[in-house]
């Protein structure tokens, strides 16, 4: 069955710490995949897509990477986080372009 | 102007209420998404309609691709449907999705 997973489903970092959110897909082969972010009082926005190994496409400039070193891994990194970092972070997938398939997502908190 | 508009932006029922959700979009689109986000928890896909209606429970979603716009019904509303609900649309591009700003549901007892 087509699963997403993805972890940690909280984190607590403090300013100026690295980051690195894993996701998982387990069901399918050359997915799409996405991640997005949810600010406090904001709607989802997507951050990263990527069709490919090693196929990146940033959409907003930010203090966040992003990498595909396998099929169906797809990680999100920072080196150093800022306040503003804050949020919840989730993974997404796609085969055909109308379906997606939603990891649990992850509550980050920098402080 | 947002791509993805959703109405209202607050609801709050009743126990046994009938709920309408409403969402418009200004972009064309290849699928449009429903979507439940509990506090604290993760997201939970409710629906995706490229047309016409879907239902699942109590719950029933509508598109109307002409005008723009799709409706969720949530029939005999009950306290445990209380969550943020998110309207996403899917474009042509890559299956990137464009999301509205959610809907927080409350539904007292």
């Known amino acids: 069955s087509q699963t997403i997973h993805q972890w940690p489903a909280t984190l607590v970092q403090p300013v100026g710490s690295p980051l690195s959110l894993e996701c998982t897909v387990e069901?399918?082969?050359?997915?799409?995949l996405y991640w997005y972010r949810q600010a406090a009082g904001r709607g989802l926005q997507l951050l990263f897509y990527?069709?490919?190994?090693?196929?990146i496409s940033s959409e907003v400039p930010q203090n966040l990477s992003a990498s595909r070193p396998q099929d169906r891994q797809f990680i999100l990194s920072s080196k150093k986080l800022l306040l503003s970092d804050s949020g919840f972070y989730l993974c997404?997938?796609?085969?055909?372009?109308?379906?997606?398939?939603f990891g649990q997502g992850t509550r980050l908190t920098v402080v | 102007k947002n791509e993805v508009e959703q109405s209202p932006q607050n609801l709050t029922a009743q126990e046994g209420e009938f709920i309408t959700i409403n969402c418009s979009y200004s972009?064309?689109?290849?699928?449009l998404h429903w979507l439940q986000q509990h506090p604290g928890g993760g997201i939970v896909s409710l629906f995706m309609?490229?047309?016409g209606k879907k239902k699942h429970g109590r719950l029933i979603a509508t598109i109307n691709i002409q005008e723009k716009h799709s409706s969720l019904h949530i029939t005999a509303s009950h306290p445990r449907d209380s969550a943020v609900y998110i309207c996403?649309?899917?474009?042509?591009?890559?299956?990137?999705?464009?999301f509205g700003q959610g809907t927080i549901l409350t539904v007292h007892p």
């Open positions: 997404a997938w796609s085969v055909t372009g109308q379906e997606a398939f």
């Open positions: 069901g399918t082969s050359n997915p799409n």
């Open positions: 990527s069709i490919g190994i090693d196929q």
């Open positions: 972009v064309g689109i290849s699928a």
């Open positions: 309609l490229s047309s």
């Open positions: 996403a649309v899917g474009g042509t591009s890559y299956g990137k999705l464009t």
